[in-house]
């Protein structure tokens, strides 16, 4: 890990240096230059929600661009399986265990990747709760375990890897909303209401840790073919005919945006959404 580089201060605000680190990109683009925008090799990600869909696609994705990874999922055997396959795929891995509604899961995930690999540069708010009750039949309890892994676990995983993210000079923070906080959700709102507050903390966060060299942004994919999505009433084919491209998208086609929001690709990126969404909603 290297240190954040130095700022000046101009008035009232800090007055931010150009990344060492991003110095060499400065002139004519090469083939060389081009390539290592791209390249994790060194830094370490975590990914919740990691073992199945987009973040097990997004893990992948990151190991052959040479990070570190350490995913999480409620399921241990699937963390195991998760590990031994990313490892299979010459990368170094970690699956560790984890339930994003715990209060106290994000210093532990954080703390295992330290222990495991020295730092944090990568995360990725990835795990989801799926949980869609209509009007009429929403609980408090429902409400809270929505609110438990779609907000509060995401905003509390952040605060507990913020000072290890303060100590790298790519520091970038995911995190995975859907496309849609941006649509009319019938019999998904509390799904939905909790991805919208996920693009307000975004935008919040990457003020108050833009001071400290952090990039926040998001992603808003549309219907990808998940387990998530097959599990819905009408199934991710149907919800695909609302896109101008009419098909689900595969899980390796969210690793593209991923992996540009992580990277020194956007490193004048923050506070941003990246819609991946095959055309479903006009911005």
């Known amino acids: 890990m290297v240190t954040r580089p130095s700022t000046t201060l101009r008035g009232t605000r800090q007055q931010h240096s150009l990344p060492v680190a991003l110095a060499q990109y400065l002139g004519a683009m090469d083939h060389a230059k081009l390539q290592t925008l791209f390249d994790l090799t060194g830094r370490t990600a975590i990914i919740t929600g990691g073992t199945r869909g987009i973040g097990r696609a997004m893990a992948e994705g990151f190991v052959a661009a040479g990070a570190n990874v350490v995913v999480s999922s409620r399921k241990a055997d699937a963390c195991e399986e998760t590990e031994a396959h990313l490892k299979g795929m010459g990368g170094n891995a ?4 984890a339930n994003m509604g715990a209060p106290e899961t994000g210093e532990a995930l954080v703390a295992a990747a330290v222990d495991a690999f020295g730092g944090v540069d990568i995360l990725v708010n990835n795990a989801a709760n799926a949980l869609a009750l209509p009007v009429g039949h929403q609980t408090p309890e429902g409400w809270t375990k929505s609110f438990d892994v779609n907000l509060r676990g995401p905003a509390l995983l952040i605060q507990a890897a913020t000072p290890q ?4 000079n790519h520091a970038s923070i995911i995190n995975v909303s859907s496309i849609g ?3 009319f959700a019938n019999g998904t ?3 939905a209401s909790m991805k919208a507050a996920l ?3 975004t935008r919040s966060y990457a003020a108050e840790l833009g001071t400290k060299n952090i990039r926040v942004n998001a992603i808003a994919p549309g219907t990808v073919d998940t387990d998530m999505t097959r599990n819905t009433e009408s199934g991710p084919d149907a919800m695909a005919m609302r896109q101008i491209i009419a098909r689900p998208a595969h899980a390796d086609e969210m690793v593209g945006p991923a992996l540009f929001l992580a990277s020194d690709a ?3 990126v923050t506070g941003q959404t990246l819609i991946a969404d095959g055309g479903m909603h006009p911005h």
């Open 94 to 97: 970690l699956g560790i265990p």
């Open 165 to 168: 993210l303060a100590e790298s």
């Open 181 to 183: 906080a941006f649509m």
């Open 189 to 191: 709102s509390m799904y």
């Open 199 to 201: 693009l307000g903390l």
């Open 266 to 268: 956007s490193s004048f």
